[in-house]
């Protein structure tokens, strides 16, 4: 079985063609950060006019690359929400498109969907049910993966996403973007001791986040001129960590028996929570699983994934199935 994959939600345009046995035949990722930059975060209908230009040329490269034709796809997915609303129309109308001029099955994937089942497009042994913290720029949530379609969500944040503090730590200590590989390439040179910051709704019972007042931290320490941005990163790094360790823990003893610890999302690129909690886990017995980095940060190859997951579950969507700006789990 053979889909083709389609990414579009947020600044990164991407097509990819996946077969059920995970092989990756192509996949094509067009980033916008240069045009985003001088913005210091995404601007939507700049995000929503680079998909127009690039989605189409995308998706004809990956049927190239991979040496088919649209003919032999099986289903054509595309991400439908959650997501700046421009960017996903855009990728959902192309799947539409593609999928009436081709007489193909549309799958409608929910992006969260997309990072929750990516880490077994990695991993072939990875079954249900698992224990996913996921953590982009838009999401912070504790799952329990217990089949596709099949999720029952544990925690999420009370206010910023992880992502996003990473994100609004590095405008503020000027570091560029995108916000997260920024912060963490300065913390290498910081002492993640140097800087006392807040480890908001450690020790709580239920395993919620929140990072709205770490950054207000952030912001204080570096108006304070006490500190280099280095030290600020380093403690800012460590803080978000000691977080996602303290509520991943309270997740674990209250799920019910799990496969494995997984972590999915743009932050999970971050080796500092890798590191964390592959030790946690190790502390709790449990298997560890972290996709490669470039399937932790938005792509289509995970969408194409979830599309082959959700298929081969007689899982498809009709012609008219809206786009969706905000679509929890
Ligand atoms: O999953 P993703 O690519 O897009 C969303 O669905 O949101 O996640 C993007 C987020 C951004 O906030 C970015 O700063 C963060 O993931 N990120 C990182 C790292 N790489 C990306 N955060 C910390 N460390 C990283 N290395
Ligand atoms: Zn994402």
Redesign the pocket.
């Given at each position: 079985m053979l889909i083709l994959g389609l990414e579009s939600?947020?600044d990164?345009t991407a097509a990819a063609l996946v077969r059920d046995d995970r092989t990756i035949l192509a996949h094509k990722l067009a980033g916008q950060e240069a045009a985003h930059r001088p913005y210091g975060g995404v601007v939507p209908e700049i995000a929503a006019r680079a998909h127009v230009e690039m989605l189409a040329p995308l998706a004809e490269a990956a049927l190239a690359e991979a040496g088919v034709r649209l003919d032999d796809v099986d289903a054509i997915a595309a991400t439908a929400g959650p997501?700046l609303i421009g960017g996903v129309m855009v990728g959902l109308v192309t799947a539409k498109a593609l999928a009436l001029a081709a007489s193909k099955p549309l799958v409608a994937v929910n992006?969260l969907e997309g990072?929750a089942l990516s880490p077994r497009l990695a991993d072939p042994d990875l079954a249900f049910p698992y224990l996913l913290l996921l953590?982009?720029?838009?999401?912070c949530q504790l799952l329990e993966v217990r089949g596709v379609g099949d999720y029952r969500r544990l925690a999420t944040t009370i206010d910023d996403?992880?992502?996003?503090a990473?994100?609004k730590t590095?405008k503020l200590l000027g570091l560029g973007f995108?916000?997260?590989?920024a912060?963490?390439r300065a913390a290498i040179a910081g002492d993640p001791r140097a800087v006392p910051l807040p480890r908001p709704l450690v020790g709580s019972r239920e395993p919620h986040f929140s990072f709205a007042g770490l950054k207000s931290a952030v912001l204080r320490a570096a108006d304070s001129g006490r500190w280099s941005a280095a030290d600020i990163a380093a403690s800012f790094?460590q803080a978000v960590v000691d977080c996602l360790i303290d509520r991943t823990r309270i997740a674990l003893a209250s799920a019910g028996p799990v496969t494995a610890l997984v972590v999915a999302?743009?932050?999970a690129?971050?080796?500092a929570?890798r590191g964390a909690l592959a030790t946690l886990a190790a502390r709790h017995g449990v298997r560890f699983v972290a996709p490669p980095?470039w399937l932790?940060?938005?792509n289509a190859a995970m969408i194409a994934w979830a599309g082959a997951e959700r298929f081969a579950a007689g899982l498809t969507d009709p012609l008219d199935v809206p786009a969706r700006a905000r679509w929890p789990l």
């Open positions: 939600s947020c990164e997501g992006h990072h953590v982009s720029g838009g999401h996403a992880a992502g996003e990473f994100d590095a995108p916000g997260g590989p912060v963490e790094q999302g743009g932050v690129a971050n080796s929570v980095l932790c940060t938005d």
